[in-house]
């Protein structure tokens, strides 16, 4: 058995995605982890945030990025390439959260999402994305992408499948849908880089992307990639004649809560996904592969491995369900363990051996890269009512 390594970790940012990442390195096997501390514009959940798990709250990100491996980009996407360049320039490893990046507007007052030139919000974002790309080939670091679909169990079953089968796959359909982002800064374009068609369209997209990774590696070391796609996004929410029933979020300012993209793959194959924040029920995940010689259905949320029968409500105050769901009450897909099933510690296992170790990654920043150029020239199909759009390989 190796020597473990140690590794030193800073956080950037003090909210939701800080807290499962803090969470997901508690159960690192591969490597030692010190975690050294934690920067985020926001003192008043930095220091507490700082306090409680025992370590260091930093006023300045240059400070904490000197005394660190490897940094966590978990701040809202308007600030990913920010963050995730400083790193890289000082040589560091950066884990960076989906999506990698995006288009954030003109900064005026009046820039509002409707109105955007998607063409222009198109080149804006692939301009980010290759200055994020050159700082990583500046760098001794290395950009690992924190796309948790990558390790679900269920979507590493099928890289499996894929490897040991030889097979092709003819399509893909997939979707991430619940009833609204929990965080206040999603509401605007300008912090997301978009809707739900970027914030939640990201997942089930990059799994595709991946998985079609993998089979032309397999078969040939060259990866499939998209070619084209046609989109549509609407705003379900924000039309005068929705009716606000109290269990979908609805105080956006200018995003899209409902999208479907059309991938056309550089092998002919397609993708189909769906992304929304119109759901109730619970988060809706799942993938499913129409191959050649054999046909998955990724269930990750609702899923059957357990299942529980709740009479009164309140029998389940302490008793944490699955995420987003409204009620406690009557049958549930219970998740045993909701982050098993969505990838958060097996992701942070990866990084962590290809930081300390040098082992491959899955989830990488050119995945990221061919993500966000999917999902922006769908933005310019959606604008053009579903017109097919070439997508940049970068
Ligand atoms: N993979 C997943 O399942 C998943 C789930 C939720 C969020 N995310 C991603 O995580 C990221 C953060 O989302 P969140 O839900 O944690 O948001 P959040 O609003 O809960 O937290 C964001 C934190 O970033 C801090 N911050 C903002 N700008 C900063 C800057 N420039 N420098 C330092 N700190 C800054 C804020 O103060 C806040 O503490 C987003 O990119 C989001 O897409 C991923």
Redo the contacts with the bound molecule.
């Keep these: 058995m190796k020597e473990k390594r140690t590794v030193r970790t800073g956080i ?7 807290r ?1 990442h803090y969470h997901a390195l508690s159960k690192i096997h591969g490597t030692n982890v010190d975690v050294i501390g934690v ?4 003192r008043e ?2 220091v507490p945030y700082a306090q409680e798990r025992g370590i260091r709250c930093f006023d300045r ?1 240059e400070d904490l990025l000197d005394e660190v491996d490897v940094v966590h980009v ?4 308007i ?2 390439e ?2 995730a360049v400083a790193a890289l320039a000082r040589d560091k490893f950066v884990i960076c ?3 990698l990046t995006g288009y954030f507007g003109d900064g005026t007052p009046e820039f509002h999402g409707d109105h955007v030139s998607m063409d222009a919000a198109r080149d804006a974002a692939l301009a980010s994305v290759r200055r994020i790309l050159d700082a990583e080939s500046k760098s001794k670091g290395r950009l690992l992408y ?3 679909w990558i390790y679900m169990p269920s979507i590493q079953k099928e890289r499996e499948i894929l490897e040991k089968t030889g097979g092709q796959i003819l399509w893909i359909h997939g979707e991430e849908s619940h009833s609204g ?5 999603y509401a605007f374009w300008k912090n ?1 880089g978009g809707g739900v068609l970027i ?1 939640k369209g990201c ?1 089930p997209l990059t799994a595709a992307l991946y998985l079609k990774r993998v089979e032309g590696r397999t078969r040939d070391g060259r990866p499939i990639r998209p070619k084209s796609v046609t989109a549509r996004t609407h705003a379900m929410t924000r039309m005068p004649t929705f009716r606000d029933a109290g269990f979908i979020r609805c105080d956006y300012h200018d995003i899209d809560d409902f999208s479907m993209m059309h991938v056309e793959m550089d092998d002919g194959t397609v993708a189909s996904v769906f992304a929304s924040d119109i759901v109730i029920g619970g988060i809706h995940n799942w993938l499913e592969v129409y191959a050649n010689n054999h046909r998955a259905h990724c269930n990750i949320n609702p899923n059957t491995a357990m299942q529980t029968y709740n009479p009164v409500e309140a029998n389940f105050k302490d008793i944490y369900v699955v995420e987003k769901i409204e009620t406690k009450q009557g049958w549930a897909c219970t998740s045993p363990d909701e982050d098993w099933f ?1 990838g958060y510690p097996q992701e942070m296992e990866a990084f962590y051996r290809a930081i300390a170790y040098g082992d491959p990654v899955e989830s990488d920043s050119a995945l990221g890269a061919d993500a966000v150029s999917t999902i922006y020239s769908a933005y310019v199909s959606a604008q053009r009512g579903g017109a097919v759009v070439d997508v940049e390989q970068l």
């Design positions: 950037v940012g003090s909210g939701f995605a800080a499962f920067f985020s514009i926001e959940t930095a990100m978990c701040v809202p996407p600030s990913h920010q963050v959260e989906k999506p924190a796309e948790n982002s929990h965080a206040a800064y997301g914030g997942h969505t």
